[in-house]
């Protein structure tokens, strides 16, 4: 069966009118007041839909704020210094959608005048934009049809429609926006898709479902059926990896404190950090050698004073906290550099060494 067919199949006997009357009738009813609904500007749509990958509600809404009062405007932030976005990024995490976000913007404005695209090929083809931020934009931004599927959207679906496929695969996906096409009203896509997404936030949450409250619970085939708690079907992830480092707080004679620049590519790219000593290998005594080797300078330890656990999606970092001091050498690293301590603030951080901040004036 292709799946053409199965769509056809799964919403056979589906009241698709009920539904979306239903879910829209909730959503203007009782729609949370969210500072990225008070306009359809599409730049506004589109800042709070990158900054909510990966992140809660609670957490974005001052970070849009922030982020809206410094670059109001594409323009604002496609002339803006990749260090001054990032530093309003710092504490989101997931940085990489910070440089996407503001790479694409100069692509807007460079080609489309500072106009967001309304044609999903050109919306589509701007870095960071994926499927669901373009069906996010297209739809709530200019009303056009278009389904925004991501993991809260998927949870809805696989519920109301009792779907078993494994979310976690590619074909799922497609699967679910082939039934949002299906689905979605063509008089108000905002108001549907956003009501999905509203749905999976305040009601069809992943562990409990408040079932009671659900203004779509009579289409609902997994409640029917008492099975909502047992989907979506989802296989596990990998096994995060995890990693034990040094995180090293070292001061010249002078106190300075050195910091470096992570590279402009991967992981937290071009953000800044304390130097790190991978100690998979290492005792004390072999990360002072590693230490040398690398930045030109011989230190000595001090004691510990904090351990940092710092959880990525695919690893996970295991930092003691070390204060050192140079007792030898001159600085031979290019994106090393020494700073007064209170000008560390200054510099865009990730959270993970954001955390060994309170130690750098021991």
Same mark, same amino acid.
């Given at each position: 069966?292709?799946?053409?067919?199965?769509?056809?199949?799964?919403?056979?006997?589906?009241?698709?009118?009920?539904?979306k009357?239903?879910?829209?009738?909730?959503?203007?009813?009782?729609?949370?007041?969210?500072?990225?609904?008070?306009?359809?500007?599409?730049?506004?749509?589109?800042?709070?839909?990158?900054?909510?990958?990966?992140?809660?509600?609670?957490?974005?809404?001052?970070?849009?704020?922030?982020?809206?009062?410094?670059?109001?405007?594409?323009?604002?932030?496609?002339?803006?210094?990749?260090? !001054?976005? #990032?530093?309003?990024?710092? *504490?989101? /995490?997931? $940085?990489?959608?910070?440089?996407? =976000?503001?790479? &694409?913007?100069?692509?807007?404005?460079?080609?489309?005048?500072?106009?967001?695209?309304?044609?999903? !090929?050109? #919306?589509?083809?701007?870095? *960071?934009? /994926?499927? $669901?931020?373009?069906?996010?934009? =297209?739809?709530? &931004?200019?009303?056009?049809?278009?389904p925004?599927?991501?993991?809260?959207?998927m949870?809805?679906?696989?519920?109301?429609l009792?779907?078993?496929?494994?979310?976690?695969?590619?074909?799922?996906?497609? =699967?679910?926006?082939?039934?949002?096409?299906?689905?979605?009203?063509?008089e108000?896509?905002?108001?549907?898709?956003?009501?999905?997404?509203?749905?999976?936030?305040?009601?069809?949450?992943?562990?409990?479902?408040?079932?009671?409250?659900?203004?779509?619970?009579?289409e609902?085939?997994?409640?029917?059926?008492?099975?909502?708690?047992?989907?979506?079907?989802?296989?596990?992830?990998?096994?995060?990896?995890?990693?034990?480092?040094?995180?090293?707080?070292?001061?010249?004679?002078?106190?300075?404190?050195?910091?470096?620049?992570?590279?402009?590519?991967?992981?937290?790219?071009?953000?800044?950090?304390?130097?790190?000593?991978?100690?998979?290998?290492?005792?004390?005594?072999?990360?002072?050698?590693?230490?040398?080797?690398?930045?030109?300078?011989?230190?000595?330890?001090?004691?510990?004073?904090?351990?940092?656990?710092?959880?990525?999606?695919?690893?996970?970092?295991?930092?003691?906290?070390?204060?050192?001091?140079?007792?030898?050498?001159?600085?031979?690293?290019?994106r090393?550099?020494?700073?007064?301590?209170?000008?560390?603030?200054?510099?865009?951080?990730?959270?993970?060494?954001?955390?060994?901040f309170?130690?750098?004036?021991?």
């Amino acid at each position: 069966m292709n799946r053409t067919e199965r769509v056809e199949q799964i919403l056979e006997t589906f009241n698709k009118d009920n539904f979306k009357t239903q879910l829209i009738d909730w959503f203007k009813k009782e729609q949370r007041i969210l500072p990225w609904r008070e306009n359809q500007d599409p730049y506004r749509v589109w800042v709070s839909e990158i900054m909510l990958q990966q992140t809660r509600v609670d957490t974005v809404i001052p970070y849009f704020n922030h982020f809206l009062s410094k670059f109001p405007t594409p323009e604002a932030l496609a002339e803006a210094e990749e260090q !001054e976005v #990032l530093k309003a990024w710092e *504490g989101l /995490g997931y $940085y990489s959608r910070a440089r996407n =976000l503001q790479n &694409a913007v100069r692509e807007v404005v460079e080609q489309y005048g500072g106009k967001v695209p309304d044609n999903p !090929e050109e #919306l589509g083809k701007l870095k *960071g934009v /994926g499927p $669901y931020t373009k069906g996010a934009i =297209l739809s709530i &931004a200019y009303d056009t049809p278009e389904p925004a599927v991501d993991g809260n959207v998927m949870r809805v679906l696989s519920r109301i429609l009792h779907i078993e496929d494994d979310i976690a695969k590619q074909s799922t996906r497609k =699967l679910f926006e082939d039934l949002v096409r299906e689905l979605i009203s063509e008089e108000d896509p905002s108001s549907f898709n956003q009501g999905l997404m509203e749905l999976g936030a305040m009601i069809c949450t992943p562990k409990t479902p408040s079932c009671m409250l659900c203004p779509v619970q009579s289409e609902c085939r997994a409640f029917d059926e008492g099975v909502e708690t047992e989907l979506p079907i989802k296989s596990s992830k990998k096994k995060q990896k995890k990693s034990p480092y040094l995180l090293l707080l070292v001061k010249n004679e002078t106190g300075d404190l050195l910091i470096e620049q992570r590279p402009s590519e991967g992981l937290l790219a071009s953000l800044w950090q304390f130097p790190m000593v991978p100690m998979k290998d290492l005792d004390m005594e072999a990360a002072k050698h590693w230490f040398y080797g690398e930045y030109g300078l011989k230190v000595e330890f001090d004691e510990g004073v904090d351990q940092i656990k710092h959880v990525f999606s695919h690893l996970i970092w295991e930092m003691e906290v070390i204060p050192a001091k140079v007792v030898e050498g001159t600085l031979d690293y290019e994106r090393g550099t020494f700073v007064h301590p209170d000008e560390v603030v200054d510099y865009p951080f990730p959270v993970s060494h954001q955390k060994a901040f309170k130690h750098i004036n021991l």
